[in-house]
């Protein structure tokens, strides 16, 4: 067993002093008062914050590899780097690519979900397409949009649907209600993004089952007070999750505070979208099968679209900081969030008797300084 000492706890989004977080193999066996002693390996938190660990809804890639490069090297490298940044679990995410290739990842994510592997927990998939509207494809690739439709999606997944966790649609497409009823009754949360949807198409998509929007603000129309489209309806809605890119680049800090102001951190959710150069510098990389260029940290397309971003989970939370949004309501939004919208929260995204032994201890700069993934210190 092990004993985080000396910190301060965050549970059900307020702080615990002088509380102790006891692990067991992979669970939080109990929280004690800090004077117990107990038989256990001690980890010194050294006055810092345990909070629960980060989950990554929506990543690419990182150190020069990309989901979409279909070998396990890729998805492990991911993995390793994710965990130095405090993020315990996440879904790689693929991009718009050919039925060949993106079945060749998702074949490789699901051969090293089965094995041993270090870092960050593999939770399962978010397919970023290929059911999107070309209008609004952003760095995605145009050509291999599909028709939204049961039999494309069988197409694309087939044999490794129980790997499917989450997938971005666009709901105005010709086919997007059938298709979102079939993976809501699947267990699958389906997001809505790269759309143009407008408000009235986006209430009837909540009700098909649409229940998350995939980095509100970017990749669809922008919110007019004649025009609310998703970002409105998205506000409007209660019970519906946004996720953020909190890079200070994608979005000004003024709609940060906006839209977390609009749905709480209780339903926002804060991702990265990395992609293959983040953790390292300026240089040319591929997202998926697209050539991008990263000048000053900022990636794009030719053409001139952002194109993921080189963020870290621990800097997302500093950035929020920042921004002047308050630390208890970035670590919600960094895991009890993501954990809900993918509907983990009955095992992940709190420090809390019998969940997950997935925890992060941050120091006062808010730097990582240790990092358990399933009781496993990293």
């Known amino acids: 067993m092990k004993v985080i000492k000396n910190g301060i706890v965050f549970k059900d989004g307020r702080w615990l002093k002088d ?8 669970i939080i066996k109990d929280l004690l008062d800090g004077a117990d002693n107990v038989d256990a390996e001690v980890i010194d938190a050294n006055g810092g914050f345990v909070c629960p660990g980060f989950i990554n809804l929506h990543i690419h890639g ?37 039925i060949g290739r993106t079945r060749k990842s998702l074949e490789m994510i699901k051969n090293v979900m089965k094995g041993k592997y270090e870092g960050a927990q593999i939770l399962g998939v978010h397919l970023e ?6 209008e609004y494809k952003g760095a995605q690739m145009e050509e291999h949009i599909q028709r ?18 989450h997938i971005t649609v666009a709901p105005e497409v010709e ?21 143009g949807a407008d408000y009235d198409t986006c209430m009837k998509a909540f009700e098909w089952g649409v229940s998350h929007v995939t980095h509100c603000y970017n ?12 970002i409105g309806a998205a506000f409007d809605r209660e019970g519906i999750t946004v996720e953020l890119i909190t890079d200070l680049i994608h979005i000004h800090p003024a709609m940060l505070r906006l839209a977390i102001k609009a749905k709480g951190a209780g339903g926002t959710a804060i991702v990265t979208d990395s992609m293959a150069a983040t953790g390292l510098g300026d240089g040319q990389y591929l997202l998926g099968e697209k050539q991008v260029w990263v000048k000053d940290g900022i990636a794009r397309i ?15 939370l500093r950035n929020i900081v920042d921004i002047g949004m308050s630390l208890e309501d970035g670590i919600t939004m960094l895991s009890t ?21 997935d925890i992060v201890i941050l120091d006062r700069d808010l730097k990582v300084d240790k990092v358990l993934v399933q009781g496993d210190l990293i």
């Open 19 to 26: 509380v102790d977080v006891l692990v067991d193999g992979n």
């Open 62 to 98: 990182a150190m020069g590899y990309d989901v979409m490069d279909g070998t396990e090297d890729a998805i492990k490298e991911i993995a390793k780097f994710s965990a130095e940044h405090g993020t315990t679990s996440f879904l790689p995410t693929t991009t718009t690519g050919s």
């Open 129 to 134: 397409g290929p059911f999107i509207n070309r």
């Open 148 to 165: 939204p439709s049961i039999d494309n999606y069988l197409n694309l997944t087939h044999g490794f649907e129980d790997i499917v966790k």
């Open 175 to 195: 086919g997007a209600e059938e298709l979102i009823k079939y993976l809501k009754d699947k267990g699958i949360t389906v997001s809505m993004g790269h759309t």
């Open 219 to 230: 990749g669809m129309v922008s919110l007019h007070h004649r025009n609310p489209g998703v």
């Open 302 to 316: 030719e053409e001139g679209n952002l194109a993921g971003s080189t963020l870290t989970h621990d800097g997302a």
């Open 337 to 357: 969030t993501p954990a809900k919208v993918i509907g983990v929260d009955d095992h992940k995204g709190n420090i809390e008797k019998g969940y997950d032994a």
